[in-house]
């Protein structure tokens, strides 16, 4: 695998279901980042890690649990969505080595449907 | 007030024809960053090209040129000989590095199409 890899690809969820997202990352970043893509909406960032330790949550509400338990892997668990969640989920990784740079590069996504 | 603003939400090119996708800006740190992303209907944002602010020249990235009006604010993406493949949605985003944050501010997108 290269580049970011995202699982599952779609997801259909019920309002009571716990379900999770994840993301690799095979490039050797110490930051990854979850963005929520709603339709015709500008991508919105929700949450940051940087070697690991979380460093921004955009108010994201609490239905919304991240999870990096190294630098090469990200969680999104999701209980308790409501139908407005309904959204393409990105997740991206970059490296933070300081400067204006620091491309971030993003994954396939994960479209979520809540039913 | 909107930190990147895209005028345009269509836009159609001929085929081998020049388009430019309109960017402009705001901020008021002096330090950023200015990146142009493509997202096809797969999904997938795939980094186009980078234009730093301090940077004294335009950035370019083969068919790829970033058109940087500094003063104006604007930073118009130019894809020269248009191909078929290039029918997707662009995204213009900026990171702030002054605020010592990470994030990229994303526009509303542009939706290229390319006519045959």
């Known amino acids: 695998e290269t580049g970011v890899t995202q699982t599952p690809r779609h997801l259909v969820m019920g309002m009571t279901n716990k379900k999770s997202l994840k993301c690799e990352q095979h490039?050797?970043?110490?930051?990854m980042y979850w963005y929520k893509q709603s339709a015709k909406k500008p991508l919105e960032l929700m949450f940051v890690?940087?070697?690991?330790?979380?460093?921004e949550n955009n108010s994201v509400p609490s239905r919304f649990s991240p999870e990096c338990p190294n630098s090469s892997h990200l969680f999104l668990h999701l209980h308790t969505l409501q139908p407005e969640d309904s959204a393409l989920y990105l997740c991206?990784?970059?490296?933070?080595?300081?400067?204006?740079?620091?491309?971030?590069?993003f994954g396939p996504g994960t479209r979520l449907t809540v039913l | 007030a909107q930190k990147i603003t895209q005028t345009q939400p269509g836009m159609f090119v001929q085929e081998k024809e020049a388009v430019t996708l309109d960017c402009t800006y705001d901020?008021?740190?002096?330090?950023?960053?200015l990146f142009w992303y493509k997202q096809p209907s797969s999904g997938e944002m795939i980094f186009l090209i980078y234009?730093?602010?301090?940077?004294?020249q335009n950035a370019t990235e083969g068919r790829y040129s970033l058109n940087f009006q500094k003063a104006r604010k604007s930073a118009n993406l130019v894809i020269s000989a248009s191909q078929l493949g290039d029918s997707a949605m662009y995204f213009c985003?900026?990171?702030?590095?002054?605020?010592?944050?990470?994030?990229?501010?994303f526009g509303k997108g542009t939706k290229l199409s390319v006519i045959p």
């Open positions: 991206a990784s970059s490296q933070t080595s300081g400067g204006d740079y620091n491309e971030q590069f």
């Open positions: 234009q730093g602010s301090y940077d004294q």
């Open positions: 890690y940087n070697f690991k330790e979380q460093t």
């Open positions: 985003a900026m990171r702030e590095v002054g605020a010592g944050s990470y994030q990229l501010t």
């Open positions: 490039l050797g970043h110490n930051a």
């Open positions: 901020t008021s740190d002096p330090s950023y960053g």
